[in-house]
């Protein structure tokens, strides 16, 4: 063997030559990591391919020209590369084509090429083919590295021998040596020498494979999909640690920052002003009712009942209690049941020491001032403090006040039941006071009774003191003397609508501070009072006839455009009739509720049990106490007329201009009364008006609405069938702030052919019906009538195309609250709608659009609201007679009631399921010949066979 180095065809030695501790290590192909155990049995190693920018018999820059490969296999060698070589393959097995020993050495017979270079064999590969052990110092053959980069170590079975490296006179052969290996060995690095131990190959794998399954862990952790979206468990953690640590330093920050302030100025309430449209004052409240009492003058009974109303843990509880402030927010959130969350302690600090602002700073405030307050300041003080400044209506502000108020009593006489009643109050004054509102008395004594329940519980009340204990009714309301007249009046009206609309809370209204500006007119308050007072009071002789005491009277006049309630009237002085006679809902409706009817009947389509379509031309019977007949059978509910009369078979409009019961009665039934009652609240009465039902006496007007009520809903007529959110609010302010009020979004409650249609009738009972007296006003009008059952309540209700008004004439005792009938009144025989109230619209309605020009309804009917002849057609039933053209209000029986629904049984509730057995006999037919009781073209009439209607054969009279 020659001892020189490799030269190339130059003479140049390569740039790598040199000792095996200055060649660097070739790193190891990834593609060769599984290859050991194929190495180590003997498999031949594939051989490196050149560097791709080497150029041809030129070795690359910078690296140590490669050992020379074995040569390819003709089959293997692609045309025009003839430096590149084919990859190893992945199975054991020869890497050559040519024949020779496993391990890559010549065969038996094999000769070597001519040329060739010798082929160094080490010390240790000649110890092991001969048998002895291998001399120290003799120098180790070139051998191909491991897969991994290393030499075999020494000791392994047969390795494969590398090729001899190439020639000088190879150029391509000597630029295809890896770096790291070249003629003077290809060993490892000097460095690693030394450590054969820790480069064995079971050493080697036991990294890679450790490697391989960090590498697989490190793999399965890795998240993908929708999981990369999820944040992981330290995420999780680590933001609620940041969350805990954000909020434990905001409360530390608050509870320092915070300091308990100065009482406010609003622990004496302030003044709430209420205007005019056109700003001028209508009153003032807000002038403070208290007086400070110490906690030893309230018995202890009634203050135990406070803490079982607002707070049964007050002694045992921090001041917060943040489970039922999330509570209460949540409630809030979700549109469940509204709830403070405030313990007493911080309704105190609300109420004495900031403001009864719903705002974020607010509530914070009060939360840190109540936390301080608890920890400087004893329960005693703080209850004392509550008592004291909480409102419970009437104007009364601390416990004291509200002795005073309800039951005329100083505080310390106050009973166990009366103390419960007063703690029932904070929750809501305006609601549970049951002289004011009658109608929540039930409310009212349910709440009394948890009050009471939660004393037994906590042990402040023993059961046999709590059994047989009374509802105390509280005495009735003295209001301020700066409310008298009609003032008291129309603030309590604003102040119901406020808060009943929820624009401003009951409490924040009664802190005062609100200036207010109603739509109520002052030109068209004056008429309405002078004209109640010239049509109805003066009329009166209080000291002669004692009917006369009875009298109240209500009105209540809308801008049908607009919605806004321009002038009401509740009663004669709101210091001497507490009571809103506009605004109450106790009296029947009466007949004012047939136009409902109708109007229900065309938006439906409704037909007669004979199948003709409602409409005003359409055929009843009118026959008095005629048995409301459904599906062909009889129903038990026959409700009589007024003054027991019968008008045998009547058009629509002619049964409205006498408000004929026995006509709707049935008219009810073939509408449906569950339709009926869904075009009520669609026009405007409130779904939960009392005695709004769904059965045949709702056509008679058994419904308790009140007269604002029902002004909203002929407002709607008037405005063609459109109804929005009636207001009696133009404007409110507090301070700087102003009060965000509902928007009247007027939408088409009804359709307009349905509401013309029911206009066009009203006009006719103006112009010949009951109503005639509404021609004072000197203008196109239209309305309705109506009385309660036995003359306890007259009402007319009109409009014209700019005002819709209704006034209603009740009876009242002043002493017992009892309604009473209204016979003899003004020394008339009975009081009906045609009379007093039909008299005060149209003086009302001349003075309120005095100067504004008459203007005539613009009705779009779609044929459905044609009026008949003003003439009544014929019958031939002889016990009918002929209707009279006089009000109805001068009766031949005076003893008898108006318009009242009379019911001697149950009215139907929904029409009988059977069917009937013979086809009914209902309504006459809307045609008939010349001569016929309806003839003419078939306006109103009989049958095509000259009966009078009803079935063709018999000539049964039929109608409803």
Request: proline share 10%.
């Amino acid at each position: 063997m020659s001892d020189e180095p490799n030269r190339d065809a130059d003479g140049r030695e390569p740039e790598s030559d040199g000792p095996p501790a200055q060649t660097p290590r070739r790193q190891p192909d990834p593609a060769e990591a599984g290859s050991d155990a194929a190495a180590e049995g003997g498999a031949g190693t594939p051989p490196e391919r050149p560097a791709a920018d080497a150029c041809p018999g030129q070795p690359a820059e910078g690296t140590a020209p490669k050992a020379a490969a074995p040569e390819p296999d003709a089959r293997d060698e692609q045309p025009g590369t003839p430096d590149e070589q084919p990859e190893a393959s992945a199975e054991p097995g020869p890497q050559s084509a040519r024949p020779g020993g496993g391990d890559g050495t010549p065969g038996p017979g094999d000769e070597e090429p001519a040329g060739a270079p010798e082929r160094s064999i080490s010390a240790a590969e000649q110890s092991a083919r001969s048998g002895q052990p291998a001399t120290p110092g003799t120098p180790a053959s070139p051998r191909e590295p491991e897969p991994d980069g290393r030499s075999a170590p020494a000791g392994a079975s047969d390795p494969p021998e590398k090729p001899a490296p190439p020639s000088p006179a190879d150029p391509a052969a000597t630029a295809a040596v890896p770096l790291g290996q070249g003629p003077a060995g290809d060993g490892p690095a000097s460095e690693e020498s030394g450590s054969l131990m820790a480069n064995t190959p079971e050493a080697e794998q036991g990294k890679a494979a450790k490697k391989a399954d960090k590498a697989m862990k490190k793999q399965k952790r890795r998240r993908t999909g929708w999981r990369r979206l999820l944040p992981t468990w330290r995420m999780v953690l680590g933001g609620f640690l940041l969350v805990v640590l954000a909020v434990s330093g905001a409360l530390v920050a608050g509870y320092l920052l915070v300091s308990i302030p100065a009482p406010n100025d609003a622990a004496a309430a302030q003044t709430n002003v209420y205007l005019y449209a056109d700003g001028s004052q209508i009153a003032r409240d807000g002038d403070i009712n208290r007086e400070n009492v110490t906690l030893g003058k309230v018995p202890k009974t009634t203050q135990h009942a406070v803490l079982a109303a607002e707070d049964r843990d007050f002694y045992h509880e921090s001041a917060v209690d943040p489970q039922a402030m999330a509570r209460a927010g949540w409630n809030m959130v979700t549109g469940g049941e509204r709830q403070s969350g405030s313990t007493i302690t911080q309704q105190y600090v609300k109420n004495y020491y900031l403001s009864q602002d719903q705002t974020v700073t607010r509530k914070a405030k009060e939360f840190f001032i109540a936390l301080k307050l608890d920890n400087e300041v004893s329960k005693n003080d703080i209850l004392q403090g509550y008592l004291n400044t909480s409102y419970f209506g009437r104007n009364a502000y601390g416990i004291q006040s509200a002795a005073h108020a309800y039951y005329g009593k100083d505080v310390s006489e106050l009973t166990a039941g009366e103390g419960a009643y007063l703690a029932a109050l904070v929750n809501s004054p305006n609601a549970y006071d049951t002289r004011a509102h009658p109608e929540s008395k039930d409310r009212a004594v349910a709440r009394w009774n948890y009050v009471l329940d939660g004393m037994v519980k906590e042990g402040w009340l023993s059961k046999s003191d709590r059994t047989g204990m009374k509802f105390p009714e509280p005495h009735k309301v003295k209001p301020p003397r700066n409310l008298s007249g009609e003032r008291g009046y129309l603030r309590d009206a604003v102040k119901n609508y406020l808060i009943g609309n929820e624009i401003i809370d009951e409490r924040r209204l009664a802190a005062g501070g609100f200036r207010i500006t109603t739509t109520f007119q002052p030109k068209k308050q004056k008429a309405m009072r002078d004209a109640v007072d010239d049509e109805l009071m003066a009329k009166l002789d209080r000291k002669n006839r004692k009917v006369d005491s009875y009298v109240r009277a209500g009105g209540a006049s809308v801008d049908p455009k607009t919605g806004k309630v321009v002038a009401m009237y509740g009663g004669i002085g709101y210091t001497k009739q507490y009571t809103n006679n506009a605004t109450r809902r106790d009296y029947q409706v009466g007949s004012t509720f047939k136009p409902f009817l109708f109007t229900s009947a065309v938006q439906n389509r409704s037909t007669t049990q004979d199948g003709r379509l409602i409409r005003a031309d359409t055929v009843y019977d009118g026959t008095n106490k005629r048995e409301v007949v459904s599906d062909g059978r009889g129903t038990g509910y026959a409700p009589a007329n007024e003054d027991q009369h019968s008008y045998g078979k009547i058009p629509v409009s002619t049964a409205m201009d006498k408000s004929v019961n026995s006509v709707f009665a049935q008219m009810g039934i073939d509408v449906g009364p569950k339709n009926v009652k869904e075009t009520a609240i669609d026009l405007g009465i409130p779904k939960d008006a009392p005695n709004l039902t769904e059965n045949g006496s709702i056509a008679l007007g058994v419904t308790t609405a009140s007269v604002l009520d029902m002004a909203e809903a002929y407002a709607t007529l008037a405005n063609h069938g459109k109804h929005g959110h009636y207001s009696m609010v133009e404007k409110a302010t507090r301070g700087g702030e102003v009060i965000s009020l509902p928007d009247p979004d007027p939408v088409h409650a009804v359709p307009r052919e349905a509401a013309d249609s029911t206009t066009a009738t009203l006009r006719s009972v103006v112009q010949g019906g009951t109503g005639t007296a509404a021609q004072a006003a000197g203008r196109p009008a239209a309305g309705k009538t109506g009385t309660a059952e036995e003359d306890k309540a007259a009402w007319f209700a009109g409009y014209t195309p700019d005002l819709s008004t209704v006034v209603s004439v009740m009876g009242q005792n002043p002493k017992t609250a009892v309604q009473e009938p209204l016979y003899g009144t003004g020394g008339r025989p009975r009081v009906n709608g045609g009379g007093f109230p039909t008299q005060i619209w149209a003086a009302y309605t001349k003075k309120a659009l005095e100067g504004r020009p008459a203007k005539d309804f613009d009705l779009d009917t779609a044929g459905k609201g044609n009026v008949s002849p003003s003439q009544p057609p014929f019958s031939t039933d002889p016990s009918s007679q002929a209707p009279s053209d006089r009000p109805s209000d001068e009766p031949s029986k005076p003893a008898e009631p108006s318009d009242r629904p009379s019911t001697p049984s149950t009215p139907p509730s929904r029409p009988p399921s059977s069917p009937p057995q013979s086809p009914p006999a209902t309504g006459g037919a809307d045609s008939g010949g010349s001569g016929d009781p309806g003839g003419g073209g078939g306006v109103v009439g009989g049958n095509g066979n000259g009966g009078p209607g009803g079935d063709a054969a018999s000539g049964d009279p039929g109608g409803l």
